[in-house]
Structure formats: structure tokens, C-alpha cells
Antibody
Framework: EVQLVESGGGLGKLGGSLRLSCAAS????????MSWVRQAPGKGLEWVAS????????HYADSVKGRFTISRDNVKNLLYLQMNSLRAEDTAVYYC??????????WGQGTLVTVSS | DMQMTQSPSSLSASVGDRVTITCRAS??????LNWYQQKPGKAPKLLIY???SLQSGVPSRFSGSGSGTDFTLTISSLQPEDFATYYC?????????FGQGTKLEIK
């Protein structure tokens, strides 16, 4: 059974940093591209970033480019999102998801990030 | 960036109704269009990928169609568990933009 478990969310300070992790199991993590998607309270879904299976191809939303870094460890089956220079508008539930055949087919349960002064 | 526009933003319907939600892309995206269902407090669930392919385990009352810029999600006979918010997403190019969502409510 595919499982994705996010962690690392919580209260972050304006201008501060947080690192999210996503632990993957139940599939061959090293062969899948992965994505981060976020959802602000009461709002819709926003794609944040994606990374190819071998980390060669990385893409970011303009809203996080230069502040967030997506990375992965294919030995530990972990996906990361390093979030720097946090803004109030980064407050959201952050989901990790597999990306296969052009779609995000499996999703974690999400981790809430709240940015406050 | 590609813009995805869903309509309607909200919809009231009854159990047994046939419902159609539309999604329009600002440029052609071929068939790189996905549909997700999200219930309150839960992660999104993939229903349809590449415009018309039914994800494994998804009931056959869900179907998708379209190509280019215009797409539809149809639920042939609404069931109580189908009341949720639905999102389209394009993966033709990054950013993989989502539509703003369609909230399907019970009439």
C-alpha cells in the first residue's frame, strides 16, 4: 500500500525557515517524480514544486521561486521542502504527492504550516 | 502561465442527478488534464487523468472528456458520497495549475 506521510509543519516566523519532510513507502520511491501542493485555509489547491525521480528536473511556482527548495533522498525514501523567507501567504496545508503518467495519483494527509510574527 | 477556469464555482444537485463540470484552459493543453475530488479535511483524490482515463478504483459513474482547451467532468448519477469539491489540473507545462474548484452541494 502506498503511504506518504508529511511532517515538519507547525508555527513558523515571518522571514524564518521550516523544512517539511515526506516519508514514502509501499512503492519504489526512486522511480517516481514527486510534487508539493499547498492549500491555504478555505482556498483552492496551489501547485508548489516538482522534482524528477533522479532530481535532474526541478520546477517551482513563481510564488516560491528563490525561497523554497525541493529535494529528495532516494536511499531514505524521503522528499523535502526547505522553506525560507517565510511570508504570511505561505500559511497552508502542504501535501506531498506522487507524479506519474501526468497526474498526482497518491497524496499524503498534509501538514499545516502557519506563518506568524 | 496557463490559466484554468472552472464553471460553475458551486452547484446544487440531488442524489441521482447527472452533473457536468467544465474546465477551460487559456491555451491548448492537448489531453494533459486531470480531475480531483476533495472532501473537507481530506487530501485530494485523483478521479480522471489525461482527460478521460478513469483512475483505478474510481466508480464508473465518473467520466471525463475533452481536448485542447475545453474539458468536462460528468457524474452520471450522483451518490451521497459525491458531494465534495472538484478541481481540474493541467500538467501540459509547469506550473501545474489547478482550477479554482467547484463545490458540489446537496439540493
Amino acid at each position: 500500500e502506498v503511504q506518504l506521510v508529511e511532517s515538519g509543519g507547525g508555527l513558523g516566523k515571518l522571514g524564518g525557515s521550516l523544512r517539511l519532510s515526506c516519508a514514502a513507502s509501499g512503492f519504489t520511491f526512486s522511480t517516481y517524480s514527486m510534487s508539493w501542493v499547498r492549500q491555504a485555509p478555505g482556498k483552492g489547491l496551489e501547485w508548489v514544486a516538482s522534482i524528477s525521480s533522479n532530481s535532474w528536473y526541478i520546477h517551482y511556482a513563481d510564488s516560491v521561486k528563490g525561497r523554497f527548495t525541493i529535494s529528495r533522498d532516494n536511499v531514505k525514501n524521503l522528499l523535502y521542502l526547505q522553506m525560507n523567507s517565510l511570508r504570511a501567504e505561505d500559511t497552508a496545508v502542504y501535501y506531498c504527492a506522487t507524479y506519474y503518467a501526468g497526474a498526482n495519483d497518491y497524496w499524503g494527509q498534509g501538514t499545516l504550516v502557519t506563518v506568524s510574527s | 502561465d496557463m490559466q484554468m477556469t472552472q464553471s460553475p464555482s458551486s452547484l446544487s444537485a440531488s442524489v441521482g442527478d447527472r452533473v457536468t463540470i467544465t474546465c477551460r484552459a487559456s491555451q491548448s493543453i492537448s489531453s494533459y488534464l486531470n480531475w480531483y475530488q476533495q472532501k473537507p479535511g481530506k487530501a485530494p483524490k485523483l478521479l480522471i487523468y489525461t482527460a478521460s482515463s478513469l483512475q483505478s478504483g474510481v466508480p464508473s459513474r465518473f467520466s471525463g472528456s475533452g481536448s485542447g482547451t475545453d474539458f468536462t467532468l460528468t457524474i452520471s448519477s450522483l451518490q451521497p458520497e459525491d458531494f465534495a469539491t472538484y478541481y481540474c489540473q493541467q500538467t501540459s507545462s509547469t506550473p501545474h495549475t489547478f482550477g479554482q474548484g467547484t463545490k458540489l452541494e446537496i439540493k
